[in-house]
């Protein structure tokens, strides 16, 4: 499920009709935007709509159960789907996380540890961890407890290769902090450009430069409608993007207002792939 630095790497980047050079990124989707059955069945339609990558959850379960991706069986059949539609697993999520919050539940700890592992298992390299509606990091103390319990987590992050990718909606600068404060190449921002766009309110370009690619493992790409279409400007993010140096690739996530989100998730892909050129 690895993919070489050159495939990620790709072509040279084009000029697009606003005269700006974009390195021709990998494109990825989160597998529960397709609204399949199940993220396995979309992974096949993820392929077929010419998507490069796929981001999959590693499930919910109750405490003593364990976790969906850790029964083996269910591990195969998702490598077996990725290599099947040729696509990268380019990243898991802990869905769990949005019942059982990091800054207050106890087992939240043992789900991170249990998700580093199994990211490991699938040969995948970036987890996101995610902080959102009960579980944000609304206070300053809820950033340094949580930041705490992911100082005891990273040794785990390190010996597994797995860096943890910390999606929130806090400002930029707190996210700078934090990540400074951890001081860990396994430990970096998942930067949501909707998300700070229209829960944060803040210059997207200018947070992505002032964090930088040595503090970013991936990105979320949506906006309230279509992308190109929304609050979110697209080219001056895809600009940013490009002048601190990202390689890694861009994860649409949502961004389907109409009742086919297969077709508008296409339409997406085509408008990156019109200023990914």
């Known amino acids: 499920m690895r993919i070489s630095r050159r495939q990620w790497l790709g072509a040279a980047g084009g000029v697009t009709s606003l005269g700006v050079a974009y390195k021709r990124l990998p494109v990825a989707v989160m597998a529960s935007n397709l609204r399949q059955k199940s993220e396995l069945e979309a992974i096949p339609l993820a392929g077929r709509l010419g998507f490069d990558g796929v981001q999959v959850s590693i499930g919910r379960a109750q405490p003593g159960s364990p976790l969906p991706l850790a029964i083996a069986e269910n591990q195969h059949r998702l490598i077996d789907a990725c290599r099947t539609s040729h696509l990268t697993l380019t990243a898991t999520y802990l869905d769990i996380l949005h019942r059982d919050c ?11 540890a249990d998700g ?10 970036t987890l996101m961890i995610v902080f959102f509606d009960r579980c944000a990091l609304d206070s300053r103390a809820e950033q340094d407890h949580t930041a705490g ?12 290769g797995v860096v943890l990718g910390f999606e929130n909606t806090i400002p930029a600068a707190d996210n700078r902090r934090i990540h400074d404060q951890l ?11 909707g998300n700070a766009t229209s829960i944060i309110h803040e210059n997207v370009p200018e947070s992505i430069r002032m964090l930088g690619r040595e503090r970013i493992c ?3 790409l949506k906006d309230k409608g279509y992308l190109g279409e929304g609050e979110v400007d697209i080219p001056a993010v895809l600009k940013a993007i490009h002048e601190i140096g990202y390689n890694g690739p861009l994860t649409i996530e949502g961004s389907c207002p109409g009742p086919d989100a297969s077709a508008d998730l296409a339409r997406n892909l085509a408008y990156l792939r019109r200023l990914l050129i």
């Open 116 to 125: 580093i592992r199994l990211t490991e298992q699938l040969g995948c390299r």
């Open 218 to 220: 991936q990105f979320h």
């Open 183 to 193: 001081a860990s190449r396994y430990f970096k921002i998942w930067y949501d450009v």
């Open 149 to 160: 319990v992911l100082k005891e987590l990273l040794p785990q992050a390190e010996r597994a």
């Open 102 to 112: 990091l800054k207050n539940a106890p087992v939240a700890q043992t789900w991170v």
